[in-house]
């Protein structure tokens, strides 16, 4: 999920004091970005509180950075709150529903923004969107709720894919699998080199494992039907879905067996350590990679299963949407008029380690070689999807995270699993 938001999200750079001109560390230090494990509340017409789950080190620094830069312009003020990814994720409803609640919030498009739009707890900012003239219509269908209101400002959008790391595939004698044939034919061969084929980081971050439950069931079934399925529209023990968990299968011999115990952020350390093979991951897994591995970091997409499928890929669209109780929404459409800009972009871009598409698109992305391809392959795509929860809901997740962790230990089970997974889903349907 992501990736702001489950966890994931932003693959930023570490940034410093250096560089800052003008700003100076001093006002650097008096002007920006709080950090705490617990909520603030709105200061009515003093600072605006953004209330952020990007706690990673790299991520937190880079937001502090563009907060200072926004304090500085003298167009608003606004201060920081760094969560606990995982905290944030489970306190966001009590965020929104308190009586004071923080202004601003790191989180995503699509589905979980607009169940909170319908419950009335996120700020119109269609006034914001009058300035964003530029952005695709795809962006703002994105961002707008049922009733037609704006409720989201994007920041950046993401892929995932199977990262790997050049010097190890060449070591390996390896090469980038195209099918799902090949995929298991390099599997196969990276455990014949003692080598774990496919990480996985399931510790504290169960989520992990809907990526691939998404991509099995868009290249098996098609994006249209996934949809469905997440929306209540489709049933979870319907033979389709086993067909997933089926093919799933195939794969398992393959998986790191510590990757049960560790977060992803381990299992990107022994995929940098070339202790897995590749890890299916979005970008954000790189807040954890030390900058001078990313150089060696290539991906592939996730591999064909049936051709005749429509292709679609995993695309999360990261931003933020604002609490309807602020006290102060004249500044906090100031400030997310700011972050929706072109400086404020490439400012973000440039303070990462540049493996981010900003969604402003004016803004220049990275021109590496890895995000271009990156950039090809969502191009490429007839359709792109957004991580089961954003294509969901919050509270649908934990049914996933339970149903897909005990098939991994369990796979005998399928069919009670799924049984169990239907009727956990007709709660959260219900309400």
């Given amino acids: 999920m992501s990736d702001f938001d489950p966890g994931r999200r932003r693959f930023l750079g570490h940034l410093g004091l250096a560089g800052m001109g003008a700003l100076g560390a001093s006002s650097f230090l008096s002007a920006c970005a709080s950090s705490a494990s617990g909520p603030t509340t709105s200061n009515g017409s003093g600072a605006v509180t953004i209330q952020s789950n990007l706690s990673s080190p790299q991520a937190k620094e880079a937001m502090e950075k563009l907060i200072a830069n926004f304090n500085a312009q003298g167009k608003g003020k606004a201060s920081l709150n760094t969560i606990a990814s995982e905290t944030f994720r489970t306190q966001l409803p009590t965020y929104l529903t308190s009586a004071n609640p923080p202004d601003l919030y790191t989180w995503y498009a699509g589905s979980v923004a607009n169940d909170y739009a319908s419950k009335n707890l996120l700020l119109d900012v269609s006034d914001v969107w009058k300035s964003m003239g530029d952005y695709p219509e795809s962006l703002r269908t994105l961002s707008t709720e049922a009733s037609g209101k704006q409720v989201f400002v994007p920041m950046n959008n993401y892929w995932w894919g199977f990262f790997y790391r050049k010097s190890n595939f060449a070591k390996w004698g390896v090469q980038e699998p195209k099918t799902w044939t090949d995929f298991l034919a390099l599997c196969e061969t990276l455990k014949s080199k003692g080598v774990p084929p496919i990480g996985i980081g399931l510790g504290d971050t169960p989520w992990i494992a809907s990526a691939w439950f998404d991509y099995l069931n868009i290249r098996i079934n098609g994006a249209p039907f996934h949809r469905e399925l997440l929306a209540g529209k489709q049933r979870f023990d319907d033979p389709k879905v086993k067909a997933v968990f089926t093919r799933w299968r195939e794969a ?18 022994a ?7 590749m890890f299916l991951i979005g970008t954000f897994f790189a807040d954890a990679a030390p900058k001078d591995a990313l150089g060696d970091l290539d991906f592939f997409r996730f591999p064909i299963i049936d051709p005749a499928v429509p292709l679609a890929e995993e695309a999360p669209t990261d931003g933020f949407f604002a609490s309807a109780k602020t006290a102060n929404p004249d500044g906090t459409k100031a400030l997310l008029t700011y972050l929706s800009g072109v400086e404020a972009q490439e400012a973000y871009v440039k303070a990462s380690s540049g493996i981010v598409l900003p969604a402003n698109p004016k803004a220049k992305a990275s021109d590496s070689p890895l995000v271009a391809k990156g950039k090809a392959m969502l191009d490429e795509a007839k359709e792109l999807t957004q991580f089961f929860n954003r294509d969901s809901s919050d509270a649908l997740q934990p049914t996933a995270d339970t149903a897909l962790t005990k098939f991994l230990d369990k796979p005998d089970q399928i069919d009670a699993i799924l049984r169990e997974w239907q009727a956990g889903a007709e709660k959260v349907f219900k309400g």
């Fill in 271 to 277: 995929l940098l350590a070339g202790k897995t093979g």
């Fill in 252 to 269: 398992l011999p393959y998986f790191d067996p510590k990757g049960k115990a560790y977060p992803f952020q381990e299992a990107t350390t």
